[in-house]
């Protein structure tokens, strides 16, 4: 049995097969496989995906909100996990890893999101912060998000993706994109 969806058509009438999907591979290195291995909340979602267990949407939130600021390192392990779900769609993966927030889901957030699926709370690291940061788990890499509101942004914009010119609501489009990735509907 293929674990590929069905090719689409192309408009000019060829066929078009998404990549295979990508598989966990054994050993994480570099700043993944460290963040895996030094975050326990991030490791156990991990250990569940590679256990063969669905993730919740939570923990699909937690894992995107989390790599997606780690670049293409952060977006192929986010592809690999959620690979291995039955209803994973790349492209809507993709969609979502656009859409989120420059600031990384800290670890307050983490373990309230969690502790709403029933998980014990593995959350216990102590971080040495400097002033105007918060505790996430990209501490562990040594990276020290500013807190809300001090955000430095490189003048690029993010997308408008309400289409009027704002950019309300894409943390809620992101959740609804993760939930979407599970096929639940959060309405």
């Not at 995906?49 to 995107?64: D, F, N, S, Y």
């Not at 998980?119 to 940061?133: I, M, R, T, Y």
Request: hydrophobic share 35%; glycine share 10%.
């Amino acid at each position: 049995m293929s674990t590929l969806p069905k090719p689409r058509e192309h408009r000019s009438g060829t066929s078009l097969r998404r990549p295979e999907r990508l598989a966990l591979p054994r050993h994480l290195t570099g700043p993944v496989g460290e963040l895996v291995q030094r975050c326990p909340a991030i490791g156990r979602i991990h250990a569940r995906a590679r256990g063969g267990k669905p993730l919740t949407a939570e923990e699909v939130h937690v894992v995107i909100q989390t790599f997606a600021g780690l670049g293409e390192d952060g977006w192929l392990f986010v592809h690999q996990l959620l690979g291995t779900d039955r209803g994973y769609d790349p492209d809507l993966v993709n969609r979502t890893l656009g859409a989120v927030s420059p600031q990384p889901i800290g670890c307050a957030k983490i373990r309230s999101r969690l502790r709403r699926d029933g998980a014990p709370d593995l959350c216990h690291c102590v971080f040495k912060l400097p002033p105007e940061s918060y505790a996430a788990p990209v501490v562990h890499l040594d990276r020290f998000p500013p807190a809300p509101g001090k955000v430095q942004r490189s003048g690029e914009q993010p997308p408008d993706l309400d289409g009027d010119g704002r950019r309300h609501g894409y943390l809620s489009r992101a959740a609804k994109a993760a939930a979407a990735l599970l096929g639940l509907n959060r309405e």
